[in-house]
């Protein structure tokens, strides 16, 4: 669908659709919401406000991560989007806190909400909006391999589930069941609040360096095996970093070869690491005697 985009021209579509969305949503389910007075459909408003906050600072973090390496930065600045993600993280759970104590002051004090049709019609509009916005900006965060801007697809996918919530107690309230308002309201925090801390975690991980799934690791093993002259391969260590992993690891190759054969080995396996999970790997070139092979061991060393 962007395949003549480049980078830089797909941020800024994802920026531009996800503020223009939000911007229309936001404004039509705060307007509505006071009018009906729905706090379901208040909070769903004050969600897609947000998210227009949330998409700028995804642009800005994307931005500022795609800088190249400096002197200053020489592994570059790809880890100054995970500050973003969570600043979009903050005022997520912000927001969440604001807008259950609200409904939950409404729901104590039975205060119950009358249907409207106007609040069923924007629910369904909104709902069929952030599935197409959710799909178009995970495609391009994907793409780009940003964390910021996949983290801005998640919270938008929740806001699914947000206004579907908000469908439901409109057709509550048209059986006058209209406390029900206000429990979806406080459903809706939840769903915001879990997105919020599922962004945390992942950004966290990332600047704690920690280490990626066992699964990724024995990939690398079995990458860097099927690459012709590597006799043996351990001792991986990996970090996740933007949208890959950076670390390095130890390849065994023939002793006889020359000093140039075996850089050649090496090279292979970082550029097919680099292909295939787009692995910034570096190799360490070791000769294939019992000195150095780790094969008596019950499994390969990965650390």
């Keep these: 669908m962007f395949a003549n985009y480049s980078d830089q021209q797909l941020i800024r579509i994802a920026t531009v659709l996800a503020i223009s969305v939000n911007m229309i949503l936001a404004i039509l389910k705060l307007m509505i919401g006071i009018v009906i007075g729905s706090t379901a459909l208040l909070a769903d408003g004050v969600d897609s406000f947000l998210d227009i906050i949330t998409s700028i600072f995804a642009y800005i973090g994307v931005r500022v ?35 259950f104590l609200t409904a939950l002051n409404q729901l104590l004090s039975q205060q119950e909400f009358i249907f409207d049709i106007s609040g069923l019609i924007i629910a369904i509009f909104s709902v069929l909006l952030k599935v197409l916005i959710s799909y178009i900006i995970l ?8 964390p910021a801007l996949i983290a801005n697809a998640k919270n938008f996918r929740t806001d699914v ?13 048209f059986f006058e069941i209209g406390m029900l308002d206000s429990i979806m309201a406080i ?9 919020g801390l ?3 975690i ?47 690891m130890h390849i065994l190759v023939n002793p006889s070869l020359s000093v140039l054969d075996g850089h050649k080995i090496s090279e292979q396996v970082v550029s097919l690491l680099k292909q295939e999970q787009n692995a910034s790997m570096i190799v360490h070139l070791e000769p294939y005697v019992s000195e150095e092979s780790l094969k008596d061991y019950s499994e390969v060393e990965i650390e």
């Design 65 to 99: 991560a795609n800088r190249p390496p400096d002197t200053s930065h020489p592994y570059g600045h790809e880890k100054m989007e995970i500050f973003f993600s969570l600043g979009i993280f903050v005022l997520i759970t912000y927001s969440s806190i604001q807008i």
């Design 139 to 146: 495609g391009i965060g994907n793409r780009v391999r940003s």
């Design 161 to 173: 589930f947000s206004s579907v919530l908000v469908g439901v107690s409109m057709i509550f309230a």
């Design 187 to 195: 459903v809706i925090c939840a769903l915001i609040g879990y997105t």
């Design 198 to 200: 599922s962004i945390f």
């Design 202 to 248: 992942e950004g966290w991980n990332i600047l704690v360096d920690k280490a990626p799934p066992e699964e990724i690791l024995k990939s690398f093993h079995s990458l860097a095996l099927g690459v012709p002259g590597v006799k043996e391969v351990h001792l991986i260590r990996a970090r996740t970093i933007q949208g890959g992993y950076m670390g390095d």
